[in-house]
């Protein structure tokens, strides 16, 4: 059992078992207190997981989050004879259930901490599992909600206030707010991604070891994590077109538009344009209408008639357009190149069309095989174009952050020696017929 409070707990919230023993070494050669099986690696390599971490880390605090609904006396006696220390158990569960995980752990030398997810009045309840006698709290916003930019409340200061069993916190902790969730009355800080996904776990420990021994500040090796809509954009710029699609299940993707010039990157909400047979007025209208940073998304109705060109492009870059997408044919295609500015389109012709006024702004539209309203973000670069409907767009471009930093870690492994395959233990994870 490690010291006094405050801990450092790390969550080995991982599939593959071997990447979260090497992770785990690296994490108590830093600092790191307690070690956590987290759900996924648990539901992933069961009870075995726990044997490895008790015989790699004999003196170490090992948790088992198991987030017991039921059984709770069977789940606890498991995890205990299997090597943990600590059991978790939900707190919206039955009392019944959480009195003998309680009973059980008593038995078993193991303690018990009630994970508050999900829990309306947590104060009360708080009052209620202390008088039941559980060991441990812990206050927690799960990942999914971290991506919608959930974050801790005041519930933290009222529990620790209302209550003198130690409470846990974990949900999107950094070095740069650990120092504030001590003051705010944490005794266990749990950490998960902002360790787990970085290429040096030892040094990454280290940080947060001593944000919250010291009680300071200290910047983040991670990406920031955003919470409302003015952030969006500075989270799209950090990561690509292939990041967002995995954030979104392979969804989203336009088909058969590419850049008129590679390299270049337009990231912004959608000004939407439609028009047909190469009108070209609509589209020299969205350059007038749209704002500062929105991409215009043009359904252009031909591959053939050209509505966009060198001039159009010139009025984009002096009004601070991100840049153009054209289901279309674009023209001036040198000139284009040139400015470098982010055009990308379906086709190139030289011909253009006339300004007959015929169409529609700021409407729905279809556009390389999807459909774009207005306000859905884009990101556009070298590999593809991405449509994120504007009410998830908080959501994703953190879930794409979130994609990046798992693939900074994998690649730091492959760099050590280790093949993709292996570090993705694919072969054990093949599909099975």
């Known amino acids: 059992m490690a010291g006094k409070y405050p801990l450092l707990q790390v969550a080995l919230d991982l599939m593959q078992g071997e990447r979260a023993l090497q992770i785990a070494r690296e994490a108590v050669a830093g600092g790191a207190d307690w070690i956590e099986a ?28 198991m987030k017991t609904m039921d059984t709770g006396g069977f789940e606890t006696e498991m995890v205990a004879r299997a090597g943990a220390n ?3 158990v939900m707190g919206v569960t039955d009392d019944g259930t959480i009195m003998e995980a309680i009973r059980s752990g008593r038995k078993y030398g193991c303690m018990v901490m009630v994970d508050m997810m999900g829990v309306e009045d947590k104060v009360r309840r708080a009052g209620e599992l202390e008088e039941m006698g559980v060991d441990l709290l812990c206050l ?17 200061e009222r529990i620790s206030k209302a209550t ?6 974990a949900g999107g902790i950094t070095s740069e707010n650990a120092a504030d969730l001590i003051g705010s009355g944490a005794s266990i800080i749990i950490v998960g991604g902002a360790i787990t996904k970085t290429p040096d776990v030892r040094s990454a420990t280290g940080s947060i070891k001593e944000a919250i021994t010291s009680l300071e500040r200290i910047e983040s090796r991670l990406y920031r994590r955003y919470t409302d809509e003015e952030g969006i954009r500075e989270a799209l710029m950090q990561v690509s077109a292939p990041n967002v699609a995995d954030a979104m299940h392979k969804k989203g993707a336009m088909v058969g538009i590419g850049p ?12 939407t344009c439609r028009t047909i047979d190469g009108d070209w007025a609509k589209t020299v209208e969205a350059i007038e209408r749209a704002s500062p940073g929105d991409v215009i998304v043009i359904d252009a109705g031909s591959r053939h008639i050209s509505p966009w060109g060198e001039l159009a492009t010139w009025s984009c870059r002096m009004r601070g357009i991100s840049g153009v997408i ?4 674009a023209r001036d295609i040198d000139d284009i190149i040139s400015m470098d500015f982010p055009v990308f389109s379906r086709s190139r012709a030289p011909n253009a069309g006339e300004p007959k006024g015929f169409g529609e702004l700021q409407v ?23 449509v994120i409907p504007r009410e998830r767009a908080v959501e994703i471009a953190n879930r794409a952050l979130d994609v990046k930093e798992r693939e900074n870690r994998i690649r730091e492994e492959i760099k050590r020696g280790s093949t993709l395959s292996e570090v993705l233990e694919l072969e054990k994870w093949e599909k099975k017929q």
Do not use: Y
């Open 38 to 65: 987290g759900t996924p690696l648990i539901k992933s390599e069961g009870m075995d997981i726990i044997r490895k971490l008790r015989a790699e880390f004999p003196k170490i605090t090992i948790v088992a989050d």
């Open 86 to 88: 600590v059991n978790t």
């Open 326 to 329: 054209l289901d279309g044919a």
């Open 140 to 156: 927690h916003v799960s990942i999914d909600d971290q991506m919608m930019g959930v974050t801790f409340s005041e519930e933290l």
């Open 260 to 271: 008129v010039k590679p390299g270049l990157k337009c990231v912004g909400p959608a000004f």
């Open 164 to 169: 003198s069993i130690p409470v846990a916190v």
């Open 364 to 386: 729905e539209i279809e556009c390389g095989g999807m459909n774009v309203r207005p306000g859905d973000w884009i990101i556009a670069d070298d590999s593809g174009i991405m």
